[in-house]
């Protein structure tokens, strides 16, 4: 899989993309520069031309996915009006995101190197849980969401849709998330409503 990125983008754009599909698929302690380099179909020159080392590739990469991870997040969740909204928002994003580009989801949920990461958090221990700690809070203010720990709440829906999602990526879950949207968000919300 690691080569469909090769042939589009600019050079750093297609090390960038391979390096994603290498760490997740062999993971980043065991990808070496010349796997990147075979990958993305440029050379080691390009590769140390645009990053000085394996570990400033990573911190890039980690950074480029979770910026976009931020984004999508701002304007398909948090760009709701009510935290049911929002969780049904968020369940279809992230279920989207999985079905388009499992590598995305994959590296974000299961492969970034704890060298890039503040504090070795992952995307759903940082970013994810701020997206469903503003759900939580706005909604427990408006009156929607029950009044209980804000971090068993968050819990709530990020283990619900962090464990479907981890079901799809191991071939356990055959059928795309996106026809389990508002399934998973009405279980969701079920739980979490005042």
Not at 4 to 15: E, F, H
Not at 143 to 165: K, P
């Amino acid at each position: 899989m690691t080569n469909a990125t090769a042939d589009t983008g600019t050079v750093r754009d297609r090390i960038l993309a391979s390096a994603q599909h290498l760490f997740v698929d062999k993971g980043f302690h065991n990808t070496s520069i010349p796997d990147i380099v075979s990958a993305s179909g440029t050379s080691i020159g390009a590769v140390y031309h645009h990053f000085t080392s394996k570990d400033e590739l990573a911190h890039v990469l980690h950074r480029q996915l979770v910026d976009q991870f931020v984004v999508l997040s701002a304007t398909e969740v948090l760009a709701f009006p009510d935290a049911q909204s929002r969780v049904r928002g968020y369940v279809s994003m992230l279920f989207r995101l999985t079905e388009e580009d499992p590598y995305f989801v994959s590296y974000l949920i299961f492969a970034r190197p704890s060298s890039v990461v503040e504090d070795n958090l992952t995307v759903c221990s940082r970013e994810g849980l701020e997206v469903t700690r503003h759900i939580i809070v706005d909604g427990q203010r408006a009156g929607e969401v029950r009044d209980l720990d804000a971090r068993v709440l968050c819990g709530v829906i990020s283990g619900a849709i962090m464990r479907l999602i981890d079901l799809r990526l191991d071939g356990v879950i055959t059928e795309p998330l996106t026809g389990m949207v508002d399934d998973t968000a009405a279980a969701i919300w079920a739980s979490i409503s005042a």
